[in-house]
């Protein structure tokens, strides 16, 4: 996800990012409060200088993380857009490659278990657009 959203978008706040920078790395889940304080702060301050388009890069999987970033684009009157990467093999196949952040199998397990019922709580939830995206390169 983050490498698509970089690929295609020019301004990403990414929990991972950040995360790497303040934890010991992507997967230190120790200062998560910290992580998503930062996370929100700087969505907030971009929509609040008029950045025209902003990406939310986290898994988002669960309704409250969801709903924040509803909030705060509320706020600003700005639009919400979903992206939702549907091929799960290709997933898991690209992590499986990886060399560097990968993401420890536990976790991968955790995802693909909220996923599904994620899918369907999205078409719920009030977004200006959904984009189901079958293959990434």
């Not at 978008?9 to 304080?37: H, L, P, W």
């Not at 669960?62 to 992206?83: K, M, N, P, W």
């Not at 693909?112 to 984009?131: M, N, P």
């Amino acid at each position: 996800k983050s490498t698509w959203a970089k690929r295609w978008f020019d301004t990403v706040v990414s929990s991972d990012a950040i995360r790497q920078e303040i934890a010991d790395g992507v997967y230190d889940q120790s200062k998560n409060d910290q992580v998503f304080e930062i996370y929100h702060g700087s969505i907030r301050s971009l929509l609040e200088d008029s950045f025209f388009t902003v990406v939310a890069d986290a898994t988002h999987l669960t309704h409250q993380s969801r709903a924040e970033i509803l909030y705060i684009a509320g706020l600003y009157g700005a639009e919400v857009h979903a992206f939702v990467f549907t091929n799960l093999a290709q997933a898991v196949a690209r992590n499986s490659a990886r060399i560097e952040n990968r993401v420890p199998d536990d976790a991968m397990i955790n995802m693909l278990a909220k996923y599904e019922q994620t899918r369907v709580e999205l078409t719920l939830e009030g977004y200006d657009s959904i984009t189901y995206i079958s293959e990434v390169s």
